[in-house]
């Protein structure tokens, strides 16, 4: 089923680890979700599969365009819903789920492993370097020079949740979600010279990714902060 939509939320972020344990070229995935979406809990699956690999940051944004359709999706914000038209409008696609865009610049089914594989595999690495790191009592974001404009967004997300269903396509199902984004902010918009940015405090559970993309979308870089567990 498709639906039109979009989502931002702010958030805060915790020191727990002081620096991140990235790739020096993490692929970023972004999947489009919804529980009301009975093709989805493969994709949700396929996601934190993939999120396994240090060479992976995988982020669920859940939508909010299946909420009256008889279940409102607890983690879905208008955010998720407009980050996908935005992916959407630019790469000439149509708004679906599920729905995963890699690197910021190819969407595909987010239940095809073939095509996410293929996908994954051909991903540019990244050219700007960051880096989450210790800064004093707090944390702080490094990021390289990017020789054009662009953006920094922190997203915070929660590794694995359960949910029981009561409703909707998949009433009666018990599902296992993963990377759920719980919420967002955007860092700076600058010119693409290096920079240090400081993070807010990260709940303890959450983690913590950072996505620098220029202004096409493509992400020119990211790091990945895992969870602080109490």
Do not use: K
Not at 39 to 46: E, F, G, K, M, V
Not at 107 to 129: C, E, K, N
Not at 183 to 196: Q, V
Request: hydrophobic share 45%; net charge neutral; with cysteine.
């Amino acid at each position: 089923m498709r639906r039109r939509g979009l989502m931002l939320a702010g958030a805060g972020v915790v020191a727990g680890s002081l620096t991140a344990r990235a790739a020096p070229s993490p692929v970023v995935i972004e999947l489009f979700t919804s529980q009301g979406c009975s093709s989805c809990p493969p994709a949700d699956r396929l996601l934190g599969e993939l999120s396994r690999d240090p060479g992976v940051v995988g982020l669920a944004w859940h939508v909010d365009y299946w909420n009256h359709l008889g279940w409102p999706d607890p983690f879905a914000t208008p955010l998720g819903s407009e980050r996908q038209h935005a992916y959407a409008e630019r790469l000439r696609e149509d708004v679906y789920t599920p729905a995963l865009v890699i690197g910021g610049a190819r969407m595909v089914i987010g239940s095809d492993r073939a095509s996410i594989g293929a996908a994954i595999r051909g991903a540019p690495p990244s050219s700007v370097p960051v880096a989450i790191l210790g800064d004093g009592d707090g944390l702080a974001v490094q990021v390289g020079a990017a020789g054009q404009q662009g953006s920094a967004l922190l997203a915070l997300y929660q590794p694995e949740h359960v949910t029981d269903v009561a409703r909707g396509e998949n009433g009666g199902r018990q599902l296992r979600e993963f990377q759920i984004v719980r919420g967002a902010m955007a860092l700076a918009i600058w010119d693409g010279a290096p920079r240090r940015l400081a993070l807010p405090p990260i709940p303890t559970g959450l983690g913590a990714a950072v996505l620098v993309q220029g202004t096409d979308l493509r992400v020119l870089g990211a790091a990945n902060l895992a969870p602080r567990i109490s």
